[in-house]
């Protein structure tokens, strides 16, 4: 399908395979979502590409198509679910396990929830210090691992007659890394593989399988896995879309709601606590200092981007921010996130805003997978390839550009998505400016 002259996409023919590392409460979620819509017993709220719409031109022409109708996206129901967990259960298990469905929903989507079971996972307790299952590969080199990833691809393509494939993860976070000398390059990186080099994760053996394969890969955990010079190198070798990282979908969503419209009225910030309690078992992986410092970086990024300290001393330079995660079984997925933020408005005078935000991750996260996938499905379609910074919308620590800052504010963010579609359509860009009218 041809559209602006430096743009071709390829049409959305076939079935999309989805491959999953991690088949829990976000990934079931997703699917049963999936199956429920299909039989027409819920909706996809929060799905840009389902749900959301496009201005195109002046706002006198009144042409706001449907996303889903001005790109040429996959239809959910061509997708095709297939992955990974150190956890034998099949997705169906899995969901009863996480709780966050009910039953009666669950039972009518049971049979395609049963067809999904988990493939042996890479693991390694290094990554992940609080979880364990029987679930696992053994034996080998990373390198094997790696290999043993791209045979399941393979398998899975021909078992299902996918005629394209994407890979999301949808497991748990793994401890803070760096990226060291074996991220350097992708030589050295193989290299790594191997010999087992200990700082090569799990995660990064996916994302390597993948790319090795011609698979687009989304990380949507905060730790280090695409974001290294190795398989930056690799997603271009191959021409593959990158995206990540850290799903933006409960207590950073909100902050990235508010800290822009404090900062459009130079409202002064001094403190922001962040807490959060949740038992699911994200919150159980989070448990351990080393996972939760991953996320503790993502998830205290924003306010640093979005304030802007350096342009703005008098407002922001002495802001304390500190963010708290506590594993609180009692809770489920039923996540609470709490804020406190101390502002300061004219002469300095103090002011409060307290907001208490009691989510569901999964049911949050669920509809964020759905239209990444869609979205890098399209990217690939596209010839895009390498980081996706239009994709920044759905995460707390986007990948970027290592010359450039990255966007959080969610309103940029979104600006930036909507104009990378007109401009995949031949569509003039908007920029609400706004002076045409008054002329």
């Avoid at 719409?53 to 790109?71: C, H, M, N, Q, W």
């Avoid at 966050?100 to 009518?108: A, D, F, K, N």
């Avoid at 393979?154 to 007659?161: C, E, N, S």
Wanted: aromatic share 10%; with cysteine; charged share 25%.
């Amino acid at each position: 399908m041809a559209t602006a002259d430096n743009v071709q996409i390829a049409p959305a023919e076939g079935k999309l395979g989805v491959l999953i590392p991690g088949i829990g409460a976000v990934t079931t979620t997703f699917v049963a979502g999936l199956e429920a819509i299909k039989l027409g017993l819920g909706k996809p709220i929060g799905s840009l590409t389902q749900l959301g719409t496009v201005r195109l031109g002046k706002r006198t022409e009144g042409r706001s198509p449907a996303i889903k109708d001005f790109v040429p996206l996959a239809d959910p129901s061509d997708l095709v679910i297939g992955g990974w967990d150190i956890f034998e259960d099949n997705a169906y298990e899995a969901a009863v396990k996480a709780g966050v469905l009910e039953m009666g929903l669950l039972e009518r989507v049971k049979a395609p929830l049963q067809a999904i079971k988990p493939m042996k996972a890479v693991f390694d307790p290094n990554f992940v210090k609080k979880i364990n299952g029987p679930n696992v590969m053994t034996g080998g080199s990373k390198m094997d691992y790696a290999e043993a990833v791209m045979e399941d691809i393979r398998q899975f393509k021909q078992r299902t007659g996918a005629a394209r494939l994407t890979m999301i993860w949808c497991g748990s976070t793994e401890v803070f890394a760096e990226a060291g000398e074996v991220h350097s390059s992708l030589e050295k990186f193989e290299c790594g593989l191997k010999k087992s080099d200990p700082a090569i994760s799990p995660s990064q053996i996916y994302a390597y399988a993948a790319l090795k394969s011609g698979v687009p890969y989304s990380n949507g955990a905060p730790h280090v896995t695409t974001d290294t010079p190795a398989l930056l190198e690799l997603a271009r070798e191959r021409n593959l879309p990158l995206s990540g990282k850290d799903y933006k979908s409960g207590q950073t969503f909100m902050k990235t709601l508010i800290a822009p419209g404090l900062k459009s009225r130079l409202l002064g910030v001094r403190g922001w606590f962040s807490t959060n309690i949740l038992g699911n078992r994200d919150g159980e992986v989070l448990d351990d200092p080393g996972s939760f410092r991953s996320k503790e970086v993502t998830k205290s990024s924003a306010l640093e981007y979005i304030f802007q300290k350096q342009l703005y001393p008098d407002l922001y330079d002495n802001l304390y921010h500190k963010v708290r995660i506590e594993y609180y079984p009692p809770r489920g997925d039923a996540k609470e996130g709490w804020d406190n933020i101390d502002i300061f408005g004219w002469l300095g005078y103090p002011m409060q805003i307290k907001v208490n935000f009691l989510c569901r991750d999964s049911i949050l996260a669920a509809p964020l997978v759905l239209d990444l996938v869609l979205f890098m499905d399209l990217a690939q379609r596209c010839g895009m390839r390498g980081v996706q910074e239009w994709l920044s919308f759905y995460f707390k620590g986007p990948m970027h550009a290592p010359e450039v800052y990255p966007e959080h504010d969610i309103f940029i963010q979104l600006m930036k998505l909507k104009n990378t579609l007109r401009w995949m359509r031949g569509e003039d860009l908007i920029t609400h400016l706004g002076l045409e009218y008054y002329d």
